[in-house]
C-alpha cells in the first residue's frame, strides 16, 4: 500500500499554547487510521489542519503526493464527519446529502442517484423526505456519513463518531463503519479519546500526548507493547509494580525478584501486567507473590478481582475467564498466589 | 368543582387587576369608535360611519401612504444592514464596547436621537422629507434588528457553516444557503419589529420631517387632528392600528414558534 496522506512536522500554535507539536504520520491507502488521546492533546486540532480549517504554523500536508497546506477547505478532496453531525436543520435527508453534489455542479439523475446510492450504503433510503429533527440520534449519524460519503474524498476525518451514540448503538455502528470503509475502499482517520473504539475500528492507532505522538502502532501492539506508563495507562487496564532493573532481571522492593522479559538495560523502572495476563492459584508454584483477596465481581464473562499485596500501595487487579476452577470461589480475605509469563510483563522506562 | 386555595384566587384576581388596568382604555376606544353620537359620554347606537370618514379623509390616507413608504424603505435597510452587523459581530471575539455601541440607539431618547439627527442633516445640508425619515427609523431599526438577530446566532451551530464548507461552498453560497434559510426566522422577526416600530414612530419623524403634507407620516398626521380635540374618526384610526399591531404580533410569534420546534 502507497501513502496517500502525509502529516509531516504539523505545529499549531493557539497563544501561548502549543497544541499540536512536530506532528508527523503517514496514512496508506484505504486504510483505517485511529488518532487517539485523553481531550486536549490536540487530536481534534490535528484533524481540523487536515480539514483545512486550521491553518498550520509549521509542516506540510500532503495529499497523493501534491502539497494542500496552503488549499482552502472547500477545494481540499477531503471530508469530515462532524462530532455533532451538523447537519442543516433547514434541509431534508436528501437535501443534505445532495449539497456537496451541488457545489460540484451535479444536476437532475446524476445527482439523483448519487444520492440515492449514498443513502443506500448507509441503510436510510427510507427517510429522504425526513428532517434532521425527525431523525434519531444513530439515523442523524448515517446520514452525515452518507452526506461525506456520497463526495467520494479521498480521505474521510471523522471526529468522535460514536461519542453520541449509546452503547447498543455504538457496538452496532463501529461494524457498520468498518464494513463502509471496506467497501468505499476509502481511506478513514477518525479522531477519538474511546481507547475500546480505536482498537476495535483502526488499523493503526496514534496515540497524543500534550501534542505529541507516544506511540504508533498496531492495535496489538499498542495493547501488548506499550512504550510508557501513558500509553500504557491509556489503553485498558494495567496492573504497575515500581521496582529496579539489575542485571536483566526485575526486583521490587518487598516482593524480590518478578517475572520480566530479558534485554531491558539496568536502572528505575516500571513492571507492567494486564489483568488477564495475571495467573491465580490458591497453591504456590514458587515464582510467584501472594496476596490476599479484598474483592472480586462477576462481570458476565469473566471475574475481576482486586488482590492486595503487602508491600504494594495499589491492589493488583486479576481478570479470569468465568469458566476458570477458582472464579467462582473467591472470597474476601482469601489468600491467593499471583503469577504471570516473563514475555507477558512489560518493563517501563518513563 | 374544588375550591381554589385563597393564594391562587388571590392571584388570578391580581392578573385580571393587570389585564383590565393594561386593556380598559383601549376597549373603551375600540368601543368608542363604533359609537353614533362619537361622543364619549354616551352610547347612542352601534355604527360604521366614522370609519367611513376616516376613509373619505384625504390627509389620512396620504399620511398612512407616507407612513407605509418610511416603514417598507427603512425596514428593508434596517433589516438587510442589522442582519449583516449581527453576522459580523458573531465572528468577532467577543466585545463589550462594540456591542454597546449597538445598543445605544436603542436605549437613549428618542428626543435625543431626534436632535442629533435633525443637526447631522442640518450640518450636510441634506433636505428634509421622507428620505431623512427614512434614513433616521432605519438607524434605530438597524439596532433592533442585530439584537433580535444576534439572539437567534446564539443557538445557531456554527458547525453547519464549516460542514457547508467542508462540502465544498464557498463563504457567500455557504451564507445564502445556510446562514441565511437558518437564521431567517430571526430576520423576519426583526423585520417585523422595524416596520411596527417605524409605523409607530413620532418624535424623530416630527424632527426629521421638514415642512408640509408630502413628508407628514401617520403619527404626525393624529397629532395634528388631535389638537382639535379627539374625535371618533381618531378612534376608528386607533381601532385599524390596533388590530394591525395584534396581527403583526400573533404573526411574528408564530414565526418565533416554528423556528424554535
Not at chain 2, 152 to 175: M, P
Amino acid at each position: 500500500m502507497s501513502v496517500l496522506l502525509q502529516i509531516d512536522g504539523i505545529t499549531k500554535r493557539f497563544g501561548p499554547i502549543t497544541a499540536v507539536d512536530r506532528i508527523s504520520l503517514e496514512v496508506k491507502d484505504s486504510e483505517f487510521f485511529a488518532i487517539l488521546g485523553p481531550s486536549g492533546c490536540g487530536k481534534t486540532t490535528l484533524l481540523r489542519v487536515i480539514a483545512g480549517f486550521e491553518a498550520p504554523d509549521e509542516g506540510r500536508v500532503r495529499l497523493a503526493g501534491a502539497d494542500i497546506t496552503e488549499l482552502k477547505a472547500n477545494r481540499r478532496p477531503v471530508n469530515l464527519m462532524f462530532q455533532s453531525y451538523a447537519l442543516f436543520p433547514h434541509m431534508t435527508v436528501f437535501g443534505n446529502v445532495a449539497y456537496g453534489l451541488e457545489m460540484e455542479g451535479l444536476q437532475g439523475a446524476a445527482l439523483k442517484s448519487r444520492v440515492t446510492e449514498a443513502l443506500a450504503m448507509v441503510r436510510m433510503t427510507d427517510f429522504t423526505a425526513r428532517k434532521p429533527s425527525q431523525l434519531s440520534g444513530g439515523q442523524r449519524q448515517r446520514v452525515a456519513l452518507a452526506r461525506a460519503l456520497v463526495k467520494r474524498p479521498k480521505v474521510l476525518l471523522l471526529d468522535e463518531p460514536l461519542g453520541a451514540l449509546d452503547r447498543k448503538l455504538r457496538e452496532q455502528m463501529q461494524i457498520e463503519l468498518k464494513r463502509l470503509q471496506q467497501d468505499t475502499g476509502i481511506a478513514f482517520v477518525v479522531v477519538t479519546h474511546d481507547q475500546e473504539e480505536a482498537l476495535t475500528l483502526a488499523d493503526r492507532i496514534a496515540l497524543l500526548d500534550r501534542g505529541r505522538i507516544v506511540q504508533l502502532a498496531t492495535p496489538r501492539e499498542l495493547y501488548d507493547k506499550p512504550v510508557n506508563r501513558f500509553a500504557a495507562d491509556f489503553i485498558g487496564l494495567m496492573n504497575f509494580i515500581d521496582g529496579t532493573v539489575v542485571g536483566s532481571a526485575f526486583d521490587a522492593p518487598g516482593l524480590g525478584r518478578l517475572p520480566a522479559p530479558n534485554g531491558v538495560a539496568d536502572g528505575p523502572a516500571a513492571l507492567a501486567i494486564r489483568p488477564e495476563r495475571v495467573r491465580l492459584a490458591e497453591i504456590t508454584d514458587g515464582t510467584a507473590i501472594s496476596g490476599q483477596v479484598e474483592g472480586a465481581a462477576f462481570l458476565g464473562q469473566d471475574v475481576i478481582a482486586h488482590i492486595t499485596v503487602p508491600n504494594l500501595a495499589r491492589p493488583i487487579v486479576a481478570r479470569l475467564a468465568a469458566g476458570h476452577p477458582l472464579s467462582a470461589k473467591l472470597a474476601r480475605g482469601q489468600q491467593v498466589w499471583l503469577n504471570w509469563q516473563a514475555d507477558q510483563a512489560v518493563i517501563l522506562r518513563d | 368543582m374544588r375550591k381554589m386555595p385563597i393564594e391562587r384566587r388571590l392571584l388570578t384576581g391580581h392578573l385580571g387587576l393587570v389585564y383590565l388596568f393594561l386593556y380598559g382604555p383601549i376597549v373603551v376606544l375600540i368601543a368608542l369608535s363604533f359609537n353614533e353620537s362619537g361622543l364619549p359620554t354616551a352610547w347612542t347606537g352601534f355604527s360604521m360611519e366614522w370609519y367611513g370618514k376616516m376613509f373619505a379623509n384625504e390627509a389620512i390616507r396620504r399620511a398612512v401612504v407616507n407612513t407605509l413608504i418610511v416603514a417598507v424603505c427603512s425596514t428593508v435597510i434596517a433589516t438587510i444592514i442589522g442582519t449583516l452587523l449581527a453576522v459580523g459581530l458573531e465572528r468577532l471575539r467577543p466585545n463589550a464596547v462594540l456591542e454597546a455601541f449597538v445598543f445605544v440607539p436603542m436605549i437613549i431618547p428618542d428626543i435625543v436621537l431626534a436632535i442629533a439627527l435633525l443637526s447631522f442633516f442640518t450640518l450636510l445640508n441634506v433636505t428634509l422629507g421622507l428620505h431623512s425619515i427614512i434614513i433616521s427609523h432605519a438607524i434605530f431599526n438597524i439596532a433592533f434588528v442585530c439584537v433580535i438577530v444576534r439572539t437567534r446566532l446564539k443557538n445557531f451551530d456554527k458547525s453547519i457553516v464549516e460542514a457547508s464548507i467542508d462540502l465544498g461552498a464557498g463563504e457567500v453560497r455557504t451564507f445564502w444557503r445556510i446562514t441565511l434559510p437558518v437564521i431567517l426566522p430571526g430576520v423576519v422577526a426583526g423585520a417585523l419589529l422595524a416596520f411596527t416600530l417605524s409605523v409607530d414612530e413620532f418624535i424623530i419623524a416630527n424632527f426629521t420631517a421638514g415642512a408640509g403634507p408630502s413628508s407628514t407620516t401617520f403619527p404626525m398626521q393624529i397629532y395634528a387632528m388631535i389638537r382639535f380635540g379627539v374625535t371618533p374618526e381618531i378612534n376608528a384610526i386607533a381601532t385599524i392600528v390596533i388590530g394591525f399591531s395584534f396581527f403583526l404580533v400573533l404573526l411574528s410569534q408564530r414565526l418565533n414558534r416554528e423556528a424554535a420546534e
